[in-house]
T-cell receptor, first 114, second 115 residues
Framework: AQSVTQLDSQVPVFEEAPVELRCNYS??????LFWYVQYPNQGLQLLLK??????LVKGINGFEAEFNKSQTSFHLRKPSVHISDTAEYFC????????????FGSGTRLLVRP | KAGVTQTPRYLIKTRGQQVTLSCSPI?????VSWYQQTPGQGLQFLFE???????NKGNFPGRFSGRQFSNSRSEMNVSTLELGDSALYLC??????????????FGSGTQLSVL
């Protein structure tokens, strides 16, 4: 079975502070990994993805994530957050087999305070 | 070009009723997927359609159904609504089935409340 676990349902942080949103996955086959962001009253927008190659992936809006195969993690980080980063963040995986559909985590709400 | 359009934006129904949600994909996209988003559960895959055929289905009861028309527009239907069906229903479109990442575009969703 495959699952995606986002350990924190909500992460409050002050503006300009660093943040890390955690994501762990379990899969018996190789996976592709994604982070999506959902701003209030909007659909999902792709932040970044890991398919292969360098384990440190840089995305939009200053976010980056590191794929750690041994720990089966894909944590999202930003060195300095803005108020506008307040949103819901979803980690997702795709199994590299015939199913090939996105499996999402339960989401982490990032709340940036002034 | 216009993005993925979902209508209506909000919907309130009572238990036992049925509901139909609509999704118009980006022009030229032929694949449409549906997801249910609930607090604490995240997004769960409902089904995927391509060329008017269901290609993939998630683990939802038969009360959840969908279809796709020749113009790639898709509808999903939920019959005999239950309180637990209250959720944000998201539609995503792409050119080909299985397109992911930057090739997959999401709509803003339909917020369904079942009273």
């Amino acid at each position: 079975a495959q699952s995606v676990t986002q350990l924190d349902s909500q992460v409050p942080v002050f503006e300009e502070a660093p943040v890390e949103l955690r994501c762990n996955y379990s899969s018996s086959v190789s996976v592709y990994l994604f982070w999506y962001v959902q701003y209030p009253n909007q659909g999902l927008q792709l932040l970044l993805k890991y398919l292969s190659g360098s384990t440190l992936v840089k995305g939009i809006n200053g976010f980056e994530a590191e794929f750690n195969k041994s720990q089966t993690s894909f944590h999202l980080r930003k060195p300095s957050v803005h108020i506008s980063d307040t949103a819901e963040y979803f980690c997702a995986v795709i199994r590299m087999d015939s199913s090939y559909k996105l499996i999402f985590g339960s989401g982490t709400r990032l709340l940036v305070r002034p | 070009k216009a993005g993925v359009t979902q209508t209506p934006r909000y919907l309130i129904k009572t238990r036992g009723q049925q509901v139909t949600l609509s999704c118009s994909p980006i022009s030229g996209h032929r694949s449409v997927s549906w997801y249910q988003q609930t607090p604490g559960q995240g997004l769960q895959f409902l089904f995927e359609y391509f060329s008017e055929t269901q290609r993939n289905k998630g683990n939802f009861p038969g009360r959840f159904s969908g279809r796709q028309f020749s113009n790639s527009r898709s509808e999903m239907n939920v019959s005999t609504l239950e309180l637990g069906d209250s959720a944000l229903y998201l539609c995503a479109s792409s050119y080909e089935p299985g397109d992911q990442g930057e090739k997959l575009f999401f709509g803003s969703g339909t917020q369904l409340s079942v009273l």
